[in-house]
């Protein structure tokens, strides 16, 4: 970034940014207070300030009014639009001192999926100084950051960096109103579930969550040529949305039961659902009546998705890989977009291996529908549901062969699912605690708003856990976690809840099929009753009143 030394009657920008999405070190969280000259543009100040924090120039970025949320901001300023890939004025001739008056404060977002958030606040103008070279920094903490910080993870190819988009709802990230960082004790006496308090939460921060790992720019590629041969092969018009199939994929070890779209009149493209889950819940869409959320909310098995769009309709991170790989694409219905969705994470863009499953899944799909249009009435689930699946043939990673092939109907549970068990532990807590008559009220149920644990790591849906007496309506604990530390929460909180109260429920009542599985072997262990009903009363209750008590935590 070019420097320059003013004149006498040139006017500098005082101005603050501070780093607000990242935690203190020590004691403080990041910031820089810059001089910059006033004429410069909004992208002058951007660069001034992530150069001197340690980023690279290397993904778009904004200034937005609304710090908090900035999706609802009215008045914002987008790399993009200097790009042409939005409306709006831009960053690249919009001069500073338009924009900032003193003590302003505007958000200047950072990639659209690691988000860096930056809190930009005007200082005040003045004359500046003759001979100083500027920009400068005049004061600053924590910076540049870390390579830890700003890097990531470890990058094959340097051309794979984009222009990233946040295409999920960032409201619970980007100043989340529910915040897994918050902590607070449990309080020993209780609290009754008319008054749920503080003091009955403890909110955990989740674990061992999914890091975003992008494709490859070879790997986009490879996709995207998959994609637009689907397209222009327009299989659609031969076959139905019904026409069930398999594809077997080596590397994942996996089935992949797929339909391709577009036949009814509705959306163009190609859904593909994993394993015997991913199976069930296909067959549960071609169902007139059935819920739509099922096959994309926390509770949807993992699938790849490809849709066909317009423009308008893409999201920016969609259009940068597009440009990326210099292609061209007009008009409706033409416009390749994929996700990803997986159990407990918000639906997202694809990982690198993904995005390689997604390129065999559309290459055999293919194949399956060209067998369709030279024998339509060829067969594709027989009477025994044996179903045709592509599978590949010998080694080979490039020859495939027709199969009838029947589902694993074997449900796979997760292995974060069996969670340890100190039976020497069980066996002491079966000595020393009193028997009771109560019934306990166990509650998973889901936040319906992602959030995410670091800037590595894909948005998820938080589980908030409530464990209720029954008889005395004392809240006995409540936490929020998320889907892969839900097993670990449920076991080991139960254990505690056991020893904190010294005493052992004579039934535990859990209202989701996931803390059957979970609180099975445990519950044998312990002697204690497990059975599974529709709704727990007392816990709903807590539940609503916690989730109104963490909103208004956050916001005060």
């Known amino acids: 970034m070019a420097r320059r030394r003013a004149n006498r009657t040139e006017s ?35 660069a001034t300030i992530l150069l001197n924090f340690g980023f690279e120039m290397d993904h778009c ?38 924009v900032f008056s003193p003590g302003r404060r505007m958000l200047l977002l950072f990639d659209y999926i690691g988000q860096w958030h930056f809190i930009v606040r005007l200082e005040r103008y003045e004359d500046a100084v ?35 988009y946040d295409g999920y709802d960032s409201r619970f990230f980007d100043s989340p109103d529910v915040d897994w960082k918050d902590e607070v004790s449990f309080a020993p006496g209780g609290a009754r579930s008319d008054r749920a308090s503080a003091d009955a939460t ?23 040529d998959a994609a637009i041969e689907f397209r222009d092969s327009r299989c659609y018009e031969w076959v139905d949305d019904t026409q069930l199939f398999g594809v077997a994929d080596r590397a994942s070890g996996s089935v992949w039961y797929c339909l391709i779209l577009g036949n009814s009149g509705g959306v163009r493209g190609l859904v593909a659902y994993e394993g015997p889950m991913g199976l069930a819940t296909l067959l549960e869409t071609l169902d007139p009546n059935a819920n739509p959320e099922d096959a994309i909310g926390p509770n949807a098995p993992r699938s790849l998705l490809m ?21 061209r694409f007009r008009g409706p219905n033409q416009w390749p977009q994929f996700r990803s969705v997986v159990p407990g994470y918000r639906p997202w863009y ?93 509650s998973a149920k889901w936040v319906e708003e992602p959030m995410r644990q670091d800037q590595r790591s894909r948005p998820f849906y938080p589980v908030m856990l409530v464990w209720v007496d029954r008889s005395t309506g004392i809240v006995l604990s409540a936490r929020l976690t998320s889907f892969r530390g839900l097993a670990d929460e449920l076991v080991n909180s139960t254990l505690a809840c056991i020893e904190q109260h010294a005493m052992i429920p004579k039934e535990i009542e859990v209202d989701s099929a996931d803390s059957m599985v979970i609180l099975d072997k445990l519950s044998r262990l312990l002697g204690v009753q497990l059975r599974q009903v529709d709704r727990l009363r007392k816990s709903d209750i807590v539940r609503d009143e916690l989730y109104e008590y963490l909103k208004r935590h956050k916001q005060s």
């Open 307 to 327: 849709f066909f769009g317009s423009r308008d309709k893409m999201d920016p991170e969609d259009l940068g890989v597009i440009k990326r790989l210099n292609l």
């Open 202 to 224: 403890h909110v955990l921060p989740p674990s061992r969550e999914l890091p975003y790992i992008p494709p490859t720019l070879q790997q986009w590629g490879d996709l995207f």
């Open 350 to 442: 694809l990982a690198g291996d993904e995005a390689v499953a997604m390129t065999l899944i559309i290459r055999q799909s293919l194949e399956v529908a060209r067998k369709l249009r030279e024998q339509p009435d060829l067969p594709l689930v027989k009477g025994d549901w044996s179903i045709l699946t592509r599978v590949p043939v010998g080694k080979s990673a490039a020859k495939f062969k027709d199969a009838y092939v029947k589902p694993d109907t074997e449900v796979v549970v997760p292995g974060f699912f069996d969670v340890p068990i100190d039976e020497l532990k069980i066996r002491r807590l079966k000595r020393d605690m009193v028997r009771s008559k109560s019934t306990w009220e166990v």
């Open 130 to 164: 003759p001979g100083q070279e500027y920009p400068t920094v005049l004061r600053s903490h924590a910076i540049p950051l870390d390579d830890y910080y700003v890097r990531g993870w470890p990058d094959d190819d340097d051309e794979d960096d984009g222009d990233y």
């Open 61 to 98: 970025y904004g200034f937005y009014s609304d710090t908090r949320y900035y999706t609802r901001s009215t008045e914002k300023y987008e790399l993009f639009a200097d790009i042409g890939e939005a409306e709006g004025p831009g960053v690249q001739r919009v001069p500073i001192k338009q």
């Open 12 to 46: 500098v920008a005082i101005v603050r940014a501070k780093l607000d999405n990242l935690e203190p070190i020590d004691g403080k969280k990041p910031f820089a207070i810059v001089a910059v000259d006033s004429d410069q543009s909004l992208s002058h100040l951007a």
